[in-house]
Each structure stands twice: as C-alpha cells, then as structure tokens.
C-alpha cells in the first residue's frame, strides 16, 4: 500500500512565479490536510479539503494561497506571485472518512525554495 | 484555542541515558495525541499515537503516557542511542476546533552523544 504521496520534493521559484505543490492521499482516503513549517518553526495548519470541498481554511494566508481536491486526481496547493517568506515544508497529510480518534497519515513534505 | 507546549526546546545526553520529553496542551477535549520524530530537512514519521481513552502506549524502547485532565504528555526514551538524534513533535487533535487538524508543538531538538 501507497502512503501519502508528495511531489515535488523540492522546488525553486524566483520571486514572482507560481507555484504548485502536489498530493496524492493514501488509496481510500477522502481527506486531505495541508500544513506548512517554517524555517525553525512547528508545523502549522492550513487547510482541510475533502473531495471537491474546502472545509476548513482558517490557516490559509489571505491572498495568493489556494487549495483544490478535486474528484479525480491529487490535491494540489497553489502559490501564486511567491515571495521569500513563502520557503517552508509543506506537508500534506491524509485520512480516511472520519473516525473518532483516527490519525493523519504525513506524506514526505515538498521543501519550497523562493529565490 | 488549543495551544501546544513542548519542554526542553533542546536536549543533550550522553548515550545509554533514559530521557523524558514533555508536551502540554491547553484544552483537554482531543481526540488524540501523537509523537512524531523529524530528522533534518526530512518528513515526519509517527512513532505512538494515543487515543484519547488511553493512558500509555509502548513501542519498543519508547513510552508515552496521556493525562488528559492535567493537559499533559511525556514520551519516554529508555537507554538512548546515537541514531535518536532527530527532533520530536508532540500533536493533538482536538474535538472543539470544529475539524479535525492536527496542532503542532514546536519540537524537543535530541542529541545523544556517542
């Protein structure tokens, strides 16, 4: 069995460009939750897709950040006209229909570089 | 608003030393509590995930208890070695933030000494 899929692993923009990270959830898995460490940072929330819905967006910064899951295919975070401040991790973690106390399955991360 | 605390930012300890890590969490409605080990610029990998109505899970030298009255988590290294050097994340997912995230303490930093 597949685990979370992330790619790419790694990816550097120059200031300006777009940016699109990719994540493939575990087979079965409807839910997908996207998180962000910064430099010397935790890891921090940002948004909680299910298939074709964004539930929960309250980390997500205002402008230039968006999320999509769409009903065929991987969820994929867009940063558009990136900045410096935007070099972090970003995980993607995935779960089943929701279970009480069932846990997130973490893929490897995508490290954005903005130069 | 759930905050997640993790004690000591840092630790050093010569190999073989038993170690604790603490983790504190303000609001005791979770649904669980998970360690996880970073290693530098890598992913996250789950080492025990503790349930709610749990108190404790084992796996092999590593211990963590749950008390989820006091707002409190320990993971327990026994006898430590070189290769558990690495940063360890505590987490909870708590029941009244209306979803299901994961909230992130910012990491004990392990180093053991050969």
């Known amino acids: 069995n597949a685990g979370v899929m992330q790619n790419p692993r790694h990816l550097v923009r120059r200031r300006g460009q777009e940016a699109r990270l990719r994540c493939s959830p575990v087979k079965g898995h409807s839910h997908v939750y996207w998180y962000r460490q910064l430099p010397e940072e935790g890891l921090k929330f940002m948004v909680y897709?299910?298939?074709?819905?964004?539930?929960?967006e309250s980390g997500m910064p205002k402008e230039r950040f968006s999320a999509e899951f769409p009903k065929e295919g991987p969820s994929i975070l867009r940063i558009q006209q990136v900045v410096r401040g935007d070099s972090a991790a970003y995980f993607c973690?995935?779960?089943?229909?929701?279970?009480?106390?069932?846990?997130?399955?973490f893929g490897p991360g995508t490290r954005l570089l903005v130069l | 608003k759930q905050e997640v605390t993790q004690i000591p930012a840092a630790l050093s300890v010569p190999e073989g030393e038993n170690l604790v890590l603490n983790c504190s969490f303000t609001d005791s409605a979770i649904y669980n509590l998970q360690w996880f080990r970073q290693d530098p610029g890598k992913g996250l990998t789950s080492l025990l995930l503790i349930q709610s109505s749990q108190r404790e899970q084992t796996s092999g030298r590593l211990n963590a208890s749950l008390d989820k009255s006091s707002g409190r988590s320990t993971l327990y290294i026994a006898a430590s070695q070189p290769g558990d050097s690495a940063t360890y994340l505590c987490?909870?997912?708590?029941?009244?933030?209306?979803?299901?995230?994961?909230?992130f303490g910012t990491g004990t930093r392990l180093k053991v000494l050969a």
């Open positions: 987490a909870v997912r708590g029941r009244t933030s209306g979803t299901y995230k994961y909230i």
């Open positions: 973690a995935s779960s089943p229909p929701d279970r009480d106390g069932e846990t997130q399955y």
């Open positions: 897709l299910q298939k074709e819905n964004i539930i929960d």
